[in-house]
Nanobody, 124 residues
Framework: VQLQAFGGGLVQAGGYLSLSCDVS????????VGWFRQAPGKEREFVGV???????VIDDSVKGRFTISGDNAKNTVTLQMNSLRPEDTAVYYC???????????????????WGQGTLVTVSS
């Protein structure tokens, strides 16, 4: 399974960005595709997941501002980020797993496949 995340860039606080993750190599609908981010000097953290091709789980820290959607026909998962804040500045990664459970979607260890990351910078 190969993943490619793109769409990062520089945006002002209050703005929006849409990140995409293209997934290739296996049956897309069998995989959960998660989004994680790593801010400078911080640990990588869970943002949300397109779970088993059917529904999303969003971390409370970004709920209400970020949404995730998937397109099973295009093998793409999109992270829509609205009302961006400087603290959202991070490298955003997408990751895929065929075995992640609802109970451990936030665990990086549950994801076997990772994309290269895309940088999002939010200026104040």
């Amino acid at each position: 399974v190969q993943l490619q995340a793109f769409g990062g860039g520089l945006v002002q606080a209050g703005g929006y960005l849409s990140l995409s993750c293209d997934v290739s190599g296996r049956t897309f609908s069998r995989y959960s595709v998660g989004w994680f981010r790593q801010a400078p000097g911080k640990e990588r953290e869970f943002v949300g997941v397109w779970f088993r091709g059917s529904y999303t789980v969003i971390d409370d820290s970004v709920k209400g501002r970020f949404t995730i959607s998937g397109d099973n026909a295009k093998n793409t998962v999109t992270l829509q980020m609205n009302s961006l804040r400087p603290e959202d500045t991070a490298v955003y990664y997408c990751a895929a797993s065929s075995s992640v459970m609802r109970s451990n979607v936030a665990s990086q260890l549950a994801y076997a496949y990772w994309g290269q990351g895309t940088l999002v910078t939010v200026s104040s």
